[in-house]
């Protein structure tokens, strides 16, 4: 498991990347998220935030590398990946 990619789009207020990831295997993020933002609830991913860390964990259903991105907003941040 690798991150491959990774970039930080201001104007949207995103970060994407993409990861090498096996299937099968649990794959985690972490990502330290600025002052006030929270992840979504979501069906795909387990979400653990601990201060400012937001620790994202899923198990890939397939060995890929796999695009992702994280939306944040004030209050909320959104984790998606294809």
Do not use: H
Request: charged share 25%; aromatic share 12%.
């Amino acid at each position: 498991m690798d991150l491959v990619f990774e970039s930080w789009d201001a104007k949207a207020v995103t970060l994407r990347g993409t990861s090498r990831v096996v299937a099968g295997d649990s794959y985690e993020l972490r990502i330290v998220c600025p002052e006030g933002l929270e992840p979504v609830a979501s069906s795909a991913f387990t979400f653990v935030r601990d201060g400012r860390i937001l620790r994202a964990t899923w198990n890939p259903t397939r060995t890929s590398d796999m695009d992702w991105s994280v939306a944040f907003q004030q209050g909320k941040a959104f984790l998606s990946y294809q």
